[in-house]
């Protein structure tokens, strides 16, 4: 990235170019002028296209590489072949009804995504420190678990990038693992808008608690399975080590947070320094290092995936000793009311719901007509919350005007901002290295691009 | 909970009922997003603003953040900082566009405030706050001290430049872009605004509130269901 | 589709069991995987679903190898020349399942950003419903595209058959002229 060096108020540069070698700046709409341009020049140069539709771009990623022979010299990213338009549409949807666009942002990680939301709302409606113990719990269970995953599928697929299929499956099969107590609470594998404002959309049924207990030790040994497969493996130490190095100093610079941040030394982990649904009360460390390069990361990955499974832990415990109590705000204007329950005929409202609103209560009838249709209004004004994803700080700005709809919900995405950095990380480097640094950034396409 | 006025009048001028230093978030008139509404509230409309500017003292730590901003900033102080708001525990201020790159500048290098981050930027499009439509709201976290604060720049549809902070916050590059692509709030001094969600040769602004949503309806076994901005809904 | 249509010579029908069986036994998708679908689908190649034990697991990154264009998740305006593209560099035979409503139909977005349905962009011919669809069902819908590539006609006979089915189609009611109907 050229810096324009007159601008008084940027930071000295840590190294001057001597402005020999041709500079080439490409923000997408004038790539045909550039590669013209490039093939003019002639030589070794090759300017070529790492296309969206691409296996090892995690997602619709598009990046622009300028090569000689094999080092590269210049690589930027194009992004937006994602985009979805979630945060203009959930201006048009009511507050609940916004959990389930926003929940497909990051699709790998889905619940950080409603929980960072849920909890911008719930701060613009001031009821953060009513939200019932419970719910807090299996929101931290929910979270916690789709950390795993997602440090799973960022390891899987870094594997199967760099041709190791093996890594893949069984990064996946842990994967399913987690998905198998995620389906059983919550009813969906992904994108479950499960955590909704108020608390969480229902509670967990009857044998949750078995399951999960035997979950853990069956995803243990799936993490320890990949950290044998990979960590003394010679060639993977000889593609990682050392390559898609960013330190502190770029970190800071391009507010780079999560893995990348942690593993360049600085120990920042909202979940502790900034404490959410009651993650001040678990016994967790945050795994940091020192190396800065993508093996640490993937290491930290590994630890921050044991470190979960002892918070999983530590939720069943207190899911255990909390059974029967609310997972929903008690203020009704605000509490989702449906209740779904497995019948003979499927799934669909719980008998004992429908005799509840048709039967015994007139307010919890129009109660539920109300928030179904209209939905809670939620008064003016604007908050931010923040949680930390797998992948670093995901910040929810939300906008309120009194009403039923969301005025302006918009998310910062650590993918989108650590993405800047692709460029830092591979330029210098070599092109198979740029395959090694997509994975190790950890991006979703969802949520750049939203 | 926020102290937010939410007055509701019988329609009345709009113009004289704006407070200084407030944003008027959006005039909503009757129950429904349609003309035909049906529900008796027709004739009330409400003026929603944002909360008012704050007196001091402001609470734990904000007092002692604006002190040493408005030190650094001396004589330009009362021109750079418009109002500062705190709502629901978190601190707002409001600064004059001219000035916020210096203020960004202070708030990353002072000891005392060390915002090292800056979250990005994100556009907010209010068409009813007449010559202030467009904010650009900027939360910056400073991760020695723990702390976040939100800086908002307003600017009006008809002249919607806002300096670029990239200077100072290289990780706003992106960010500025998106909001560039989004709302047409230009970054000057950003060194390649173009677009980035949005294909290159895309004509508007997708998330302002002039830009339609653009659902086509649906149709099913000869019934239409209009898109989801035209439908008849609830405010 | 293939009631109404005439039966082929007997060396040709020999020919389509055999290119048949050939096509849907090792049919290599086009990787294609956009957003949650695609996580979906790599999670269905992977152990617990494994669609390697029907012949699909090799997801080929070109497209110029691949016989059938799985398009997972919402495809976007600006991705929708690139798909266009991709399944223009694919060689006869391919087929194409949209993955997910968002491929289908545009699915929740219904918005400037997301194109309505691949068909609008790239001839379909499974759609399988789902947000996110199933592992399961993605093998159903895979099974269903089996079928219909162990079917395909082969050489004179496959125009008289595109002939037959399009006149059927134009003589049918459109969906949008069902009306009445509650299912």
Redesign the interface.
Known sequence: ????NN????TSGLGDDDGTAPEF?V???DWSDVAEEAARLGGQRLVFNM??????TH??LRIMLEVEGENVTELRAG???????????ME??TWTQGV??CT?MD??A?MFNEAVYCMGVE??L?ITDDIPDRANVLRVLMMELTRIGSHL?AIG?GGNEMGATTV??TA??G??ET?KVIEHITGL???NAYIRPGGVASDMPDDSVEMIRGMIPKVKERLDELAYLQLENPIFKGRLQGVAVLDLASC??????GPILRSAG?P?DLRK??PYAGYETYDFQVPTSTEADAYSRVVLRLEECYESLKIVAQCVDRLEASEGEPVMVADKKIAWPAQLSVGDDGQGNSFEHIRHIMGESMEALIHHFKLV???FPV??????A?VENPKG?L?C?V?S?????P??A?F?DPG??N??ALSMLTEGGQVADVVVAIATIDMV??GV?? | MSDAKDMATTGADVSAVLPEGRTLINVRKGQFVSDADTSGYEGLTRFVYSPEAAKRPYGSWFDQVVDVLQELLGDKADAAIQSVVVDRDELTLHIAREHLVEVCQHLRDDQDLRFEFCLGVSGVHYPADAGRELHAVYPIQSITHNRRLRVEVSVSDADPVIPSVTAVYPANNWHERETWDFFGINFTGHPGLARIEMPDDWVGHPQRKDYPLGGIPIEYKGAEIPSPDQRRQYR | MNDSSPTPPFIVGQLEDFAGWARAGSMWPATFGLACCAIEMMGTGTSRFDIARFGMEVFRGSPRQADIMIVAGRVSQKMAPILRQVYDQMAEPKWVLAMGVCASSGGMFNNYAIVQGVDHVVPVDIYLPGCPPRPEMLINALLKVQELASEKPMLRHRKEIAAAAEAAALAATPTSDMKGLLR
């Open positions: 990235m050229t810096t324009d601008a008084p108020h940027a700046t923000y997408g709409g296309g969206p539709q691409h296996p090892s997602g619709v992004i937006g072949y994602l985009h979805t338009g979630i945060e203009k549409n048009f949807r389930t666009f497909r699709y790998v889905s701060k613009l001031g599928v697929t893949m499956t996946f099969v994967r399913e998905f594998r992904t994108n800071m610079a391009l507010g780079v947070t600085v920042y320094s900034e249709t209209e939905g008064p003016a004004g604007q908050a931010y923040a700080m910040g700005h906008v005007d009194g009403g039923t709809k005025w302006r918009h910062r989108f901002n993405l800047q396409l969802g691009d939203r």
